[in-house]
């Protein structure tokens, strides 16, 4: 039997937009709802990690998520960061 390591990432999802063009995003409690959903569907694989993963905003609209959102300013530019839920599993 080969036992692999995998990942699956939990993001927030865009609840609503704007007629401005901003984006409502859900928040980090209910990223994790989604992520223990999929972990009690799963619960024949071996959860090894999870953790919670800050990442820049790849979103093609770049307004910011409205909760769990890091914002930093550099040099006049604002870098928008979000959290994801990241679990490491074998399977």
Known sequence: MINEINYIDFEPKALEKSFWGSTTY???EAVLS???????KNYN????NVETV???NI???KQAFTDGTIQY???GH???NFQIIRI???G
């Open 26 to 28: 859900e928040n980090l």
């Open 34 to 40: 989604r992520a223990n959903e999929w972990v009690r």
């Open 45 to 48: 694989k071996e959860i090894v």
């Open 54 to 56: 800050v990442l820049p």
């Open 59 to 61: 979103y093609k609209n």
């Open 73 to 75: 300013y550099t040099g």
């Open 78 to 80: 604002t870098v928008s």
């Open 88 to 90: 490491w599993y074998k």
